[in-house]
T-cell receptor, first 115, second 114 residues
Framework: LAKTTQPISMDSYEGQEVNITCSHN???????ITWYQQFPSQGPRFIIQ???TKVTNEVASLFIPADRKSSTLSLPRVSLSDTAVYYC????????????????FGQGTTLQVKP | NAGVTQTPKFQVLKTGQSMTLQCAQD?????MSWYRQDPGMGLRLIHY???????DQGEVPNGYNVSRSTTEDFPLRLLSAAPSQTSVYFC?????????????FGPGTRLTVT
């Protein structure tokens, strides 16, 4: 199984940049890395997705090193509304193919942004 | 587009009762899945489907059945409800394209089994 490992929790202050790192040692060749955000009582929401190097959108940046065994979600200048749980997700490699469809979430990182 | 819809929003069952949680999507997505989320915990995959007529087990399939007769619908059936199945259930869909796993989640069904 392709497992992901993230810090359980992180604290930050408004206006700071936050970097959350996810380890995924068994990532498959065809797998993309995806990050989700979840607020209490809501379903997860897609933030960003990438395959290698760097991806940036209006919300975040995603840094992926050449070996792809980890990835870092970067949130610039966080605000109180960024307080949420952040999940890293990659495809399951157990059956040797990213197209098996078994998409496993890790335990997530609870980010608390303080004023 | 309505996206991913789930019904009901809330449900209370007695132990031993059965019921079906409904999930539908109008985005013509091939991939659909069911997750459960216990209080303060992450999401665990119950069952998933990569297309109509194809389903497979996730991490925690025991006590649940699924079927996928159409692209749009992916109902989850609880066979004989147990208190351990008290949880929030999320349905998700994805336009699978060679490893891209962007999923769209429904609002969830909050189930309590007494």
């Amino acid at each position: 199984l392709a497992k992901t490992t993230q810090p359980i929790s992180m604290d930050s202050y408004e206006g700071q940049e936050v970097n959350i790192t996810c380890s995924h040692n068994n990532i498959a060749t065809n797998d993309y890395i995806t990050w989700y955000q979840q607020f209490p009582s809501q379903g997860p929401r897609f933030i960003i997705q990438g395959y290698k190097t760097k991806v940036t959108n209006e919300v975040a940046s995603l840094f992926i090193p050449a070996d792809r065994k980890s990835s870092t979600l970067s949130l610039p200048r966080v605000s109180l509304s960024d307080t949420a749980v952040y999940y890293c997700l990659v495809g399951d490699t157990h059956q040797g193919s990213s197209n098996t469809g078994k998409l496993i979430f890790g335990q997530g990182t609870t980010l608390q942004v303080k004023p | 587009n309505a996206g991913v819809t789930q019904t009901p929003k809330f449900q209370v069952l007695k132990t031993g009762q059965s019921m079906t949680l409904q999930c539908a999507q109008d985005m013509n997505h091939e991939y659909m899945s069911w997750y459960r989320q216990d209080p303060g915990m992450g999401l665990r995959l119950i069952h998933y489907s990569v297309g109509a007529g194809i389903t497979d087990q996730g991490e925690v399939p025991n006590g649940y059945n699924v079927s996928r007769s159409t692209t749009e619908d992916f109902p989850l059936r609880l066979l004989s409800a147990a208190p351990s199945q008290t949880s929030v259930y999320f349905c998700a869909s994805s336009p699978r394209t060679s490893g891209r796993v962007e999923q769209y989640f429904g609002p969830g069904t909050r189930l309590t089994v007494t």
